[in-house]
Structure formats: structure tokens, C-alpha cells
């Protein structure tokens, strides 16, 4: 088995939203080597079913649905929509904005400035498509800066509500 794959969606894997996790993995060897630690630490793990299942229950208007930003690779560079899109269906969860160094000099980051999810000690990054335990992910140089708690927003509660109302589901997979 390839470590990769262990990260990688099977039933995914030709999605585009894998193209910065396989390009750092290739070209990185740090990275490579800090990934294939954590994947088989147990630390680090791919999305996993659940979460599969969170991004294609979601409302999400102008798309037919979430999980097609991911098929199409339209999360890259967009870390920040991403993030707060996927938060949405999630219970309980903190916005984090701040830099992941090894995104430096990317097409889709320049400075190194990244956005994810800290979500019940777990860290969930919408550019690498990983999930990892918050005290791990040092390992790979984020950098938080900022944190920011979207519960007490009634603009992003609303916006949950609506994502994760199955009544108003137009789009079914």
C-alpha cells in the first residue's frame, strides 16, 4: 500500500482538491516525511467518510453542491471560503487564520497565509485535505495568528442553518 493512498480518498481520488497534498508529497521531503509519520502515528488521516458525508448533505447555493468544489479543485487558494464552508456542518468549531509556511510561493499562496478548522483538538486544513490532532500539526509549521469562534455571529448562524437544513435540499447526489 502506498502511504498516500492512506490520505487519499479511494472512491476520490482522482478529485482535483488532492493536487497540493500529492505535489508537497513528491517535491517535499520534509513534508513527506512529516506525513507518512503522522499517517501512520495514527495523527494525521484523510477525510474520512463522515466528513464526506457532511460536505454532500450541504446547501450551498450558486453550485449544485458542495462536494463538487473539491472534485473540481476549487478549494485551492480559496482556504478561507472553504473552511468557513465546511464549518457549517460541523457542531462545534473555531475558524483559524494564519500562515503554513511550506505554502509559500504557491500559485495559490503566495505569502504563506492559510485559513482551517480547529474542531475538538483536531485540526482540519481544506488545502491539504487532511485531518490532524492540533498538537501535530506543529510538525508541519502552522503558524495560528488568530482565532475566531463564528457562534457568536448570527449572520454565520443563519448561513448554518440553511446549509444543514435538509428540508430546503434541492440538489440530491
Known sequence: MKIL???ISETRKDYKCFNELKRLYHENSEFKNILEEGLLSGKIQGFDEELWNKIQNQ?????NSFED?????????????AS?????????C?????ALPIL???????????TWISSHGKLIDTTLMLIMDETFSK??????ENRYDPRFDPI???AKDYTNDQNLKTFKS
Do not use: P, W
Open 94 to 98: 473555531f475558524l483559524c487564520g494564519g
Open 139 to 144: 510538525h508541519l509549521g502552522y503558524i495560528e
Open 104 to 114: 509559500k510561493g504557491t500559485a495559490n499562496c503566495v505569502d504563506g497565509s492559510h
Open 156 to 158: 454565520y448562524m443563519v
Open 5 to 7: 493512498d492512506m490520505a
Open 69 to 81: 468544489v473539491f472534485k473540481e479543485g476549487a478549494n485551492l487558494g480559496y482556504c478561507t471560503v
Open 84 to 92: 468557513k464552508q465546511l464549518s457549517y456542518s460541523l457542531d462545534s
Open 59 to 63: 446547501n450551498i447555493r450558486r453550485i
